[in-house]
């Protein structure tokens, strides 16, 4: 069973970067592609980005000029970079599996909190 | 890219029905056989309940079902049950090659 965890800092200050990982266990990160998701306080989910695991990534335009994505298939994992963050990058973060076979994204992390403050 | 229009809440009794509908363009629903449906209980990650406009995965309910039409996709929940309380949030693929999503919509079983 495919299982997600988001690993990272909790706390952010502002104009730094926040750099977050996802682990990917119980099957290889090959042939899918992958996400970041986030969650405002009181708000809804918003797509960040994706990437393939041979490296092709899409990002939302809200944050393209600030967001890097990148997969190492031999750790199994993908990561997330978010420069010159402000408090409004402050939510939960979430790593997802995009199965383009059903549209869908199948399997997801447990989510973590991420605040920006000085 | 704007999100996808959704009512902010809906309510209904048990064993009730109710839709919510997701409102789009001809650039992400309109285009898109990929609209999926997310059920998000707070604390929890949130899950697929539809997939590919209807499709439900292996253990969701029948009791979930998914449609579109135009521009509009619709998710309808029969036989409401308390557990249903959640937020609702549709997805489209656009044709930019990104993903969108609804604002979410707050169901409230009364």
């Known amino acids: 069973q495919v299982q997600l965890q988001e690993s990272g800092p909790g706390l952010v200050k502002p104009s730094a970067t926040l750099s977050l990982t996802c682990t990917v266990s119980g099957g290889p990160i090959s042939r899918y592609y992958w996400s970041w998701i986030r969650q405002s306080p009181g708000k809804g989910l918003e797509w960040i980005a994706y990437i393939y695991y041979s490296g092709t990534t899409k990002y939302n335009p809200s944050v393209e000029s600030r967001a890097t994505v990148s997969v190492d298939t031999s750790e199994n994992h993908f990561t997330l970079n978010l420069k010159s963050v402000t408090v409004a990058d402050t939510a939960t973060y979430y790593c997802?599996?995009?199965?383009?076979?059903?549209?869908?994204?199948?399997?997801w992390g447990q989510g973590t909190m991420v605040t920006v403050s000085s | 890219q704007s999100a996808l229009t959704q009512p902010a809440s809906v309510s209904g009794s048990p064993g009730q029905s109710i839709t919510i509908s997701c409102s789009g363009s001809?650039?992400?629903?309109?285009?898109?056989?990929?609209v999926s449906w997310y059920q998000h209980h707070p604390d929890r990650a949130p899950k697929v309940i539809i997939y590919d406009v209807s499709n439900r995965p292996s253990g969701v309910s029948n009791r979930f079902s998914g449609s579109k039409s135009g521009n509009t996709a619709s998710l309808t929940i029969s036989g409401l049950q308390a557990e249903d309380e959640a937020d609702y949030y549709c997805t489209s693929y656009t044709t930019s090659r990104t993903v969108i999503f609804g604002g979410g919509t707050k169901l409230i079983v009364l």
């Open positions: 001809s650039t992400d629903v309109g285009n898109s056989n990929y």
């Open positions: 997802a599996r995009w199965a383009f076979i059903s549209g869908a994204f199948d399997i």
